[in-house]
């Protein structure tokens, strides 16, 4: 995995666990949330909601299911970081639903109070170039852009948990 080689490379006691399910909407992580915090961890990622964009699901359903999967995150494991990863719809589905969308997460971090990372495929999105013939999906090299765009965000949150554990 990518994400554990850039952890390796910086020398962190960390082991990455990839609980993700490909096509998998909020529902389904709801579904089986409960089964993935049985699980020791210091920090989660939750980077869902990209496949309820893709079925045009109600930003409504979406924003519910993130705030409950974050308010059970916190009341399974509140010394938990969270970090929540920003999604976007393709816009097909018109600019009030894709503006809709892209507000919710952002949202949800601040009430939440958790952190958001930028889009999961910031630089990475609608450039064919860097993208699998389905047009969705990062290549080789498209998905070590997306690997650098999730380590960006998730190096400080591992470097603050580091220094707390060094501190006790």
């Known amino acids: ?11 962190m006691p960390v082991e990455v666990v990839n609980a993700g399910v490909s096509g998998e909407t909020s529902s389904g992580l ?14 989660i990622v939750v980077e869902t909601g990209a496949n309820d964009g893709l079925r045009g699901i109600p930003t409504a359903t979406l924003r519910t299911n ?12 509140p010394d938990a970081a969270i970090v929540l990863v920003q999604m976007e719809a393709l816009p097909n589905l018109g600019p009030k639903y894709a503006s809709d969308f892209h507000a919710l997460y ?44 999730v380590w960006r965000g998730l190096k400080p949150v591992l470097d603050s948990l580091d220094q707390q554990r060094q501190s006790r």
């Open 106 to 149: 952002g949202a949800i971090a601040r009430e939440k109070g958790v952190r958001l990372l930028p889009f999961l495929l910031q630089d990475v999105a609608g450039r064919r170039e860097l993208n699998q013939p389905d047009g969705m999906h990062p290549n080789y090299v498209g998905e070590r852009m997306v690997a650098a765009n």
């Open 66 to 77: 993130l705030a409950t999967i974050v308010d059970r995150i916190k009341a399974k494991r």
């Open 1 to 11: 995995m990518l994400i554990q080689q850039k952890i390796d490379s910086a020398s």
């Open 30 to 43: 709801l579904d089986r949330l409960d089964w993935l915090l049985r699980g020791k961890f210091d920090v």
